[in-house]
Structures are given as C-alpha cells and as structure tokens.
C-alpha cells in the first residue's frame, strides 16, 4: 500500500506531538478546536487559521469535561470510531456510544434523560441536495452549523431519541430521502452559487410528500448563510487524508471542512481531529 512521506514520517515522530485534540465545536458561527498541551497540561484554543501543522494517526480517548474541570482518561486508552473510550463516555455522555446512532430504548434501560428527550427530525438542503437527519430539539441548528448545511427546517418532533430514529430510517427509505452524503460531493457545492429558488422548490415538493405520507407539517425554511468563508470557490477543494501535513493558506471554514490553498483548494475534516495529536514542529 501506497504511503505518502509526510505519513511514513508522522508514524516514527507521533508519539512526540505535543497538543491532543480535545473537541471540534461551533458557537453560532464561530468554530472552535480544543486541545489539551501534554507537555503543560493546559487545556488551549488551536489556531487553525495559521495552517502549517502535523496530524497523528494516532486516536486515544480524549477524556471529558466535568463542568469547566477536563479530567484525563485514566488509561490513555487507543479509540477507533469514537473519541472516548467507554469507560470515560459511560462518565460523562453515554453508557452505550452504539446508541449513538441507533438507541435501543426510550429510556427504559440506561434512565438517561439525553434518550428521553424530545428530537426532532430535520431535513438539512447542501444547495439543492436534500438529506433528512435527527438531532435534540435543543441543539437543532448547531447540529446543522456543524454539517456545513446551507438550509434546514424541522419536520417533526418525536418524544424520544429512538421513536425519532425509527421515524428517520422508515422516511429515508419510503420517500428516498438519503440520511448522509460523501463528502467529495458536498464538497462540489462549495464551488457555486447557493441555488435558493432551488432549494425552495425542492423543499416545497418534500413538504407535500411528508403531508400526504405521513402527516407531518414542516416548520419554515431556514438559511444559514454566515460561516466565516468566502463563497463560492473557484474551483472544489480537493479532501485530503486527516494524519498527514497540512500546509498553506487559510480560506475558510464551513461545517466540519477547513479549506487552505496549496497548489489549488484543499479541504481538511476538522471532525476527525478530535483524539489525535498535532504538531507545529518541523522534524
């Protein structure tokens, strides 16, 4: 298998990265990247704005937060498809990370009020693509900043994290409403114009079939227009593989995706640094 040289070199120098990737967040339109120093064991901002940095291969748990208090994963321990460890997710989220993406009760068995909570179910337009997404009512349009969605409006409430789930996977595959996109083609979008008499149409159409299908009445149209990015592109950002340098000059942020220019547009997912190591130095 191919491996390029500045991966081949992180593998041999990343035990030495200094900053561990703590949580990639939005507030508003403001995105944040926090790390944890290991060498200081402060808990500090990331500027990703100068864009000149190495990133591991390397995942282990990123611990959690006990109010503004970070306490460390106890056993450092390596992490694939989520950033804790079950033990420290256990402490601070959820018992079961699976439940993530299906719940297997309303409540009933883990008494967490996350899954007994009201979730809404969403329908999220990247220019005229639409998906249909669940998300808690109380945190609807971050979940939609985070997605890079230029446009979203709720389409149902549900009384628990589950019933909006089931509720999700019977829609998706009745209407063929799809519940995710590759990356590379959302990507696409960010090099023209936000089609808005599109997207209308498209949502008019939708808000008809839900109607008659399932008597759901879609809440109003909303635009998210301000990420700190100026668009459209002149061309697509090419996506680039997470370990690896990154170097060039900073363009913009819109959702999960960092663009930089280097000999054209690149695009990093900044949702996949979050348990991974960085470095600014040059080894």
């Given at each position: 298998?191919f491996?390029?040289?500045?991966?081949?070199?992180?593998?041999?120098m990343?035990?030495?990265?200094?900053?561990?990737?703590?949580?990639?967040?939005?507030?508003?339109?403001?995105?944040?990247?926090?790390?944890?120093?290991?060498?200081?064991?402060?808990v500090?901002?990331?500027?990703?704005?100068?864009?000149?940095?190495?990133?591991?291969?390397?995942?282990?748990?990123?611990?959690?937060?006990?109010?503004?208090?970070y306490?460390?994963?106890p056993?450092?321990?390596?992490?694939?498809?989520?950033?804790?460890?079950?033990?420290?997710?256990?402490?601070?989220?959820i018992?079961?990370?699976?439940?993530?993406?299906?719940p297997?009760?309303?409540?009933?068995?883990?008494?967490l009020?996350?899954?007994?909570?009201?979730h809404?179910?969403?329908?999220?337009f990247?220019d005229?693509r639409?998906?249909?997404g669940?998300?808690?009512?109380?945190?609807?349009?971050r979940?939609l900043?985070?997605?890079?969605?230029?446009a979203?409006?709720?389409?149902?409430?549900?009384g628990?994290?589950?019933?909006?789930?089931?509720?999700?996977?019977d829609?998706?595959?009745?209407?063929?409403?799809?519940?995710?996109?590759?990356?590379?083609?959302?990507?696409?979008?960010?090099?023209?114009p936000?089609n808005?008499?599109?997207?209308?149409?498209?949502?008019?159409?939708?808000?008809?079939s839900?109607?008659?299908?399932y008597?759901?009445?879609?809440?109003?149209?909303?635009?998210?227009?301000?990420?700190?990015?100026?668009?459209?592109?002149?061309?697509?950002?090419?996506?680039?593989?997470?370990?690896?340098?990154?170097?060039g000059?900073?363009?913009?942020?819109?959702?999960?995706?960092?663009?930089?220019e280097?000999s054209?547009?690149?695009?990093?997912?900044?949702?996949d640094?979050?348990?991974?190591?960085?470095?600014?130095?040059?080894?």
């Amino acid at each position: 298998m191919f491996r390029r040289a500045d991966q081949l070199l992180i593998e041999q120098m990343q035990d030495k990265f200094p900053l561990h990737v703590l949580e990639y967040y939005w507030e508003g339109f403001e995105p944040s990247l926090t790390c944890l120093d290991v060498t200081s064991d402060e808990v500090l901002d990331f500027d990703f704005e100068d864009v000149g940095f190495l990133v591991s291969e390397k995942r282990t748990c990123v611990g959690y937060f006990d109010g503004d208090n970070y306490i460390k994963c106890p056993k450092n321990a390596p992490v694939t498809t989520f950033g804790q460890c079950p033990e420290c997710s256990k402490e601070s989220f959820i018992p079961f990370q699976e439940c993530v993406f299906d719940p297997k009760c309303d409540g009933e068995i883990c008494d967490l009020p996350f899954c007994k909570r009201e979730h809404v179910l969403y329908l999220a337009f990247y220019d005229t693509r639409a998906k249909i997404g669940m998300s808690s009512s109380r945190r609807v349009e971050r979940r939609l900043v985070e997605q890079g969605a230029d446009a979203f409006a709720i389409i149902g409430s549900f009384g628990s994290r589950k019933k909006a789930r089931e509720a999700e996977k019977d829609i998706s595959a009745k209407l063929r409403i799809p519940q995710a996109f590759k990356q590379e083609m959302l990507l696409q979008c960010l090099s023209k114009p936000v089609n808005r008499n599109g997207i209308e149409e498209k949502f008019k159409g939708l808000s008809v079939s839900l109607r008659e299908s399932y008597e759901l009445e879609a809440e109003e149209l909303n635009w998210l227009e301000e990420y700190p990015i100026d668009l459209p592109l002149a061309h697509a950002p090419q996506l680039r593989e997470t370990p690896g340098s990154h170097r060039g000059e900073f363009v913009g942020i819109k959702g999960k995706w960092m663009i930089y220019e280097s000999s054209g547009y690149k695009a990093l997912n900044l949702s996949d640094l979050p348990a991974r190591y960085l470095s600014r130095d040059k080894f």
